[in-house]
């Protein structure tokens, strides 16, 4: 039988909650284990200031000057997990943009009583001048679903962020710092994420583009996701405007950026 290090030893399971790492006292998930061997020889507390190091390094904030909070101990999902969870919130996505679709098309969700038009029309961010408005591409590009258990393990959903959610230049960062701190290197695990959300920028320009001008309009500075804002357009190759960079003539927005002057096919809106 494997001898328990002190600190197993020590750290007891709550019934009343699901345990992401261990199964029972001393005993980790089969997917967790390699993790918290690899912690066990590790000073966690050192661990910790070295993540905020990392971070900070990177120019990762959040908010007013706080540098986003990275735990070194990573969440770690088995294969099996991440199928269903992945299909599932797929799932859930294309039911919220179908529901979408419909609230601004046919409303058969309101003909069939199922949502009274008064939810719809009393909506805080409801638009009805979109209403019958075609829309090239998804009407939701970036979806941050807030994602927990229960107490036997089921995932769950706490919120759909589907309007301008931020994350994954946050996400990638915990990726980077984690797998650096415990020599896991993970690669650009994310570079398919930006492709897609790219893909998903470029398939709302107007018919007939084939190259679209996309830029990312952001609060500049004062906005508290300034650092994915900068990440996500270096990544994707567009630039960042401001309010004060766009102007209408003729029907047309343009853009100034670089001292230059460029009409714009597509606006990825990230403002407060």
């Known amino acids: 039988m494997e001898a328990l290090s002190p600190e197993r030893a020590r750290y007891d399971v709550d019934d009343r909650f699901y345990d ?10 089969p997917h967790y284990r390699a993790a918290i061997e690899a ?28 540098a986003f909070a990275v ?3 990573p969440r770690v999902l088995s294969a099996e997990e991440w199928s269903g969870l992945a299909a599932g919130l ?48 998804p009407r ?30 946050y996400a990638e960062v915990a990726r980077e710092v984690v797998g650096e701190l415990l020599d896991r290197p993970g690669g650009d695990d994310f570079g398919p994420s930006f492709e897609a959300l790219g893909a998903a920028l470029r398939a709302a320009a107007p018919a007939g583009i084939d190259d679209p001008n996309v830029v990312l309009l952001s609060d500049g500075e004062s906005n508290s996701a300034w650092f994915e804002h900068r ?36 606006i990825y809106r990230r403002t407060d």
Not at 45 to 58: I, T
Not at 90 to 109: K, P, S, W
Not at 147 to 163: I, K, T, Y
């Open 20 to 29: 992401e790492a261990f199964a029972a006292r001393g005993e980790p998930h």
């Open 39 to 66: 912690l066990e020889q590790r000073d966690l507390r050192v661990l910790e200031s070295a993540s905020a190091d990392a971070v900070r390094e990177r120019g990762a904030y959040f908010g007013d000057n706080d």
């Open 71 to 73: 735990d070194p101990v």
């Open 90 to 137: 797929t799932q859930r996505v294309r039911a919220l943009n179908a529901f979408l679709a419909d609230i601004y098309g046919e409303r058969r969700i309101v003909a069939a009583g199922v949502l009274p038009a008064r939810v719809v029309e009393s909506a805080d961010h409801y638009e009805p001048w979109m209403a019958g408005v075609a829309v090239r591409g």
């Open 140 to 169: 939701i590009a970036a979806a941050g679903l807030d994602v927990v258990r229960d107490a036997s393990g089921r995932f769950m959903v706490l919120e759909d962020n589907v309007r301008t959610p931020s994350g994954i230049a």
């Open 231 to 266: 990440r996500i357009a270096r990544r994707l190759g567009i630039p960042i405007v401001t309010f004060a960079d766009l102007d209408i003539r003729d029907g047309r927005v343009f853009a100034r950026h670089e001292g230059r002057r460029e009409p714009v096919d597509v």
